[in-house]
């Protein structure tokens, strides 16, 4: 079992916790390109991190989950922000 990360929070320095409030969008947060990639079978922790390009089969699971993700990118449809001025005001 694998997993990755595209995206992981930025964290203030010496601190792994959300402050008040979670903020993961935008400068928030970090883009990996390639993502992460672990081994969570073997290393719960995520301690050691994948080099995609050091296996062959590496490189095939990661081109599995790209497919996936992209996939999941596309069955995606635009909502309206709930906290737009049109659903906040009193009617």
């Known amino acids: 079992m694998f997993g990755n990360y595209y995206f992981t929070p930025k964290y203030k320095v010496g601190e ?4 008040f409030v979670c903020m ?3 400068d928030y947060v970090i883009e990996h390109n390639p993502p992460l990639f672990y081994n969570i079978a073997k290393d719960p922790a995520e301690d050691y991190l994948i080099d995609i390009n050091s296996s062959p089969r590496y490189q095939k699971i990661f081109q599995q989950i790209n497919k996936a993700v992209e996939l999941h990118k596309k069955s995606i449809t635009y909502v309206e922000s709930q906290f737009s001025f049109s659903n906040t005001i009193w009617r």
């Not at 792994?16 to 402050?19: A, F, G, I, M, R």
């Open 16 to 19: 792994y916790k959300c402050p």
């Open 24 to 26: 993961c969008f935008g």
